[in-house]
């Protein structure tokens, strides 16, 4: 049975940072990517950024670049997003996700997700 479990989400101001980290578990994900999307209040949920399992490419929203940084840690089976000059538009609950066979088409793609986590909290304040 896969679990992802995301953990790390809370309140912080605008300018801080926030740590997210999704713990994965239940098979081996080396072929997968594993991504991050967040949804906000009356909003769709969106691609916030995904990384290979295999190779660690990277992929960012524009909204995010430069400011969140996704990293693997394989021995641990985690994925962690570092975010970085947060501001009031980055609240929203954030998801991590895990896509089998992703392609450089697919991940930016919620539904073609697999597999979910319950979502963690993010609220940044002004």
């Known amino acids: 049975q896969v679990q992802l479990v995301e953990s790390g989400g809370g309140l912080v101001q605008a300018g801080g940072s926030l740590r997210l980290s999704c713990s994965a578990s239940g098979r081996t994900f080396s072929s997968y990517a594993m991504g991050w999307f967040r949804q906000a209040p009356g909003k769709e949920r969106e691609f916030v950024s995904s990384i290979y399992w295999s190779t660690g490419a990277a992929y960012y929203a524009d909204s995010v670049k430069g400011r969140f940084t996704i990293s693997k840690n394989g021995a641990k089976n985690t994925v962690s997003l570092q975010m970085d000059s947060l501001k009031p538009e980055d609240t929203a609950i954030y998801y991590c996700?895990?896509?089998?066979?992703?392609?450089?088409?697919?991940?930016?793609?919620?539904?073609?997700?697999?597999?979910w986590g319950q979502g963690t909290q993010v609220t940044v304040s002004s």
């Open positions: 996700a895990a896509i089998a066979n992703p392609r450089a088409f697919s991940i930016r793609i919620g539904a073609n997700y697999d597999y």
